[in-house]
């Protein structure tokens, strides 16, 4: 007896290790059924049957055929790296992605960190298991150090060779603008703007904006907040007028969630609003050392000696500042509209009259008008090509499908005959898919997938070519920014990673991660000051002025590039 | 001459007629010891790091030597007194506070009488040790609000007179972290006790009882010195985690307001390290944990072996 269930035990031992070996097996088979081929794919073929209206894109051209039209009987996969852990959208579940794996023939795996994005990224990296399409923000370290290390493809070298159709829809100011000292380009931007669009368009917008709750702000007779002064006296009466928003305590004074470099409600955003400049005299400009917004903190200071400013806004993370925004907890914040988008409709089902509105908020002492940043050249994200990459000749061509107007036709519209079609020469979409649109977006998502649900090359300018007026409950927040949209290009440098002033930097922002809240919530006024000149200070120390050094020399060789002066 | 190297033979057959009789509980520990190779000896050689200006982009043999320049970085940063009276701070109060509470719980458990009623005792408070510290998190944060249910316990109570921020305030928050993890942890810490408790021979009970000794002579003569070596191991290991201040919890309870009493050194590693990309400073700031660890584990160890004879090697 004994004797058998040890012979019972063995025989399991056995089984285990030979499953364990066999998946080792496996593992090692996988790279080489799927070997590159990639000198068979440069010979130019005929575009395939199924894509005549494909060349519409290319009437006017006579040789240059999108390579995305050759290959797409032949499957293949890529792997793409999304820096951002909100984005948890699948491929190839919706239309949009099902037609364009059909029209390329690539099919897209989506690799999303689960929690921090650095760390998920610095590992990738420092592993040597780069994904095949990488796309992250202009401004992360990560960037310019795969450049640096030759990680990442130059793109106009991979055009060149496999699919010079890149040329033709690649925008000739991005390139220049991302073109790096070596004459190559890494990475293609996502939502860029030149300076000339914004001379160009009258509709650009801007994500950040003064909000409160339309039917508070009304009942407590639409007072002026552009004061401290204004500001305080109306949370007072929000907050005395309505003590509990339904039977939960109401949140004065709303904001973003609190990290540790600070709060872009408290000190970017609120800097954008108060119009403080980003240059000085040539130099570039400590902006949030900037005398006006001591004024604001120290009233918001006042607001938090007396109670108004809530433990949940210290507290809360991302997903419970949602939930108490579809509640309508807050009366008023500085937010960044585009965040509060789907709990805007949840409120606007509930009460139109419980959404939340722009209206003007906090002004610096002279009354200038806001100078709210549109995104600049630099856009939001670059999309680059690693070396990892076993299909670099696919990987550009599907860049170039999607930067190209058929691309962005289908990210942004969906397919034409299925979700939009031409009326009167201009794109429009279909009243059911526009209905499903406005009111239930992750049923959208799910269904179609277009509205840039896929972002990655969405090319902002060119579609407002078909952009029709956003309709309430969002609509009113978007026009709003129209007026005090500024370009701020040039003052877009990111430091490199690895550099002292970098060092110093994230120093600095760590730092003030811990006293902007010290400051927010000091009991007196002359806490506040000790509390401020303490951090002062402790810039000087770390060597803030170093960096601003180098971050002048940055600005002056990117007002070059953009043909400023 | 011969005899002696018969014996050895012999001594050496024995060992290995004992091995081959064993031979299939043997077999079993090879996949432990693999793992353990691969997942805690491999990843070692990697400490180097701490002493080169590693780039995650170079392989770890390209990054030039640095010495101890990040050691004394760690030590001349204006957080670093910080994080350690932090660190140590929560660690002492868990360890005064929170180890000898299951050996007391195991005990009192002991003693019910009623078999169902212990069983029940036991199910409900080992059940928290299941849930996960960002589960649990997202309840205590709601929990420990300024208009959340403990303060209205607190305040119906007469306890306190207004609403409290407990994770609101720096001077709260080792007081939650140290309350929180007691009551996460005591019934399954109280388990391994109440295992030693089991094994302690019913006669002496027996023999006590005929003596004529009360409950309470019963439990400081019998029970607790019968699971004294227990508690001697259990505590040993506790000192060598003292620079150990439970990462999930502390990350899943630190904000920016509490940051001050909040950070401790692995919540601090995962910043600077994960965060910032700073992997040479945080591997030295953690190498220099791990030897401190070390050093407290084989003192623990020492004086546990001078003063109750028993040790965990």
Known sequence: ?565 | MTEMSNLKKRKKSVTMRKFMNQKYLQLMVIPGLIWMFIFNYIPMGGIVIAFKKFKITKSIAEAPWVGFKYFEEFFQDSNFSNIMINTIGISLLKLIIGFPLPIIFALLLNEIRNLKFKKFTQTISYLPHFLSWVVLGGILTTWLNSTGVINELFQALHITSGPVSYLGNPKYFWGVALISDSWKELGWSAIIYLAAISSVDQQLYEAATVDGASKMQKIMKITLPSIKGTIAIMLILQISGLLNANFDQIMILKNQINISRSQVIDTYVYQVGMTLGKYSYATAVNLFKSVIALMLLLIANLSSKKLLGRSLY
């Open chain 1, 1 to 565: 007896m004994k004797m058998g269930s040890k012979k019972w035990i063995a025989l399991l031992l056995v089984f285990t290790m030979l499953f364990s070996l066999a998946a080792c097996g496996e593992k090692k088979e996988k790279p080489t059924g799927a070997e590159p081929t990639v000198g068979a794919t440069t010979e130019p073929t005929k575009a395939a049957d199924g894509t005549t209206d494909g060349t519409k894109d290319n009437n006017n051209q006579e040789e240059v055929v999108p390579g995305w039209q050759k290959n797409a009987s032949d499957k293949v996969d890529l792997t793409w790296y999304i820096n951002f852990s909100w984005f948890t959208t699948p491929w190839g579940e919706n239309l949009v992605s099902k037609t364009i794996t059909e029209e390329t023939g690539c099919n897209i795996e989506f690799i999303v960190p689960a929690g921090n994005e650095a760390e998920k990224l610095n590992s990738l990296i420092a592993s040597d298991s780069l994904p095949d399409l990488l796309t992250l923000g202009w401004w992360e370290g990560q960037v310019n150090q795969m450049i640096e290390d030759g990680m990442v493809y130059a793109l106009d070298e991979l055009a060149t060779q496999y699919d010079p159709y890149w040329f033709e829809v690649a925008d000739e100011g991005r390139i220049g603008w991302f073109t790096k000292d070596d004459g190559h380009i890494y990475g293609y931007p996502n939502s860029s703007f030149s300076p000339q669009d914004y001379e160009k368009y009258d509709n650009i917008s801007s994500n950040q904006t003064f909000l409160v709750r339309k039917d508070m702000y009304e009942a407590i007779g639409s007072p002026d907040m552009t004061t401290p002064e204004g500001f305080i006296a109306a949370v007072k009466a929000a907050a005395a007028m309505f003590p509990e928003v339904n039977g939960q305590p109401i949140i004065p004074v709303g904001a973003h969630e609190f990290g540790a470099t600070g709060n872009v409600s408290f000190d970017q955003y609120l800097s954008n609003f108060l119009a403080i400049p980003y240059e000085k005299d040539g130099q570039y400009y400590d902006r949030y050392t900037d005398a006006e917004l001591v004024r604001w903190l120290k009233a918001f200071r006042e607001l938090g000696a007396e109670g108004f400013l809530k433990e949940d806004i210290f507290v809360d993370k991302r997903a419970q500042m949602e939930e108490k925004i579809a509640q309508g907890r807050y009366f008023c914040m500085l937010y960044q509209r585009t965040d509060l988008a789907d709990q805007q409709k949840v409120l606007y089902k509930n009460d139109p009259n419980s959404i939340y509105i722009a209206v003007d908020g906090p002004k610096n002492s002279k009354g200038d008008a806001y100078t709210l940043p549109g995104t600049g050249i630099n856009g939001w994200c670059v999309t680059m090509i690693s070396k990892k990459c076993e299909r670099p000749d696919r990987a550009i061509q599907l860049c170039s499908y999607l930067m190209s107007e058929r691309g962005q036709h289908m990210t942004w519209l969906g397919v034409e005959g299925v979700t939009w079609d031409y009326v009167d020469g201009k794109e429009t979409m279909k009243p059911e898919v526009k209905e499903l649109l406005t009111t239930d977006r992750t049923a959208y998502d799910k269904q179609y997938g277009a509205d840039s649900c896929y972002w990655m090359f969405q090319d902002n300018a060119m579609s407002l070519k078909w952009a029709v007026e956003t309709p309430e409950p969002l609509g009113q927040m978007e026009r709003w920014t129209f007026p005090y949209v500024i370009s701020v290009s040039q003052y877009d440098v990111s430091l490199a990673a690895d550099s002292d002033e970098s060092d110093i930097q994230s120093k600095v922002d760590n730092e003030w991660g811990v006293v902007l809240p010290q400051l927010l919530l000091a009991k007196t006024e002359a806490d506040f000051d000790n509390i401020w000149n303490a951090f002062i200070q402790k810039r000087k120390d770390f060597g803030i002025d170093k960096v601003l050094e180098t971050k002048t020399g940055m600005m002056n060789v990117a007002k070059e590039k953009l043909g400023l002066k």
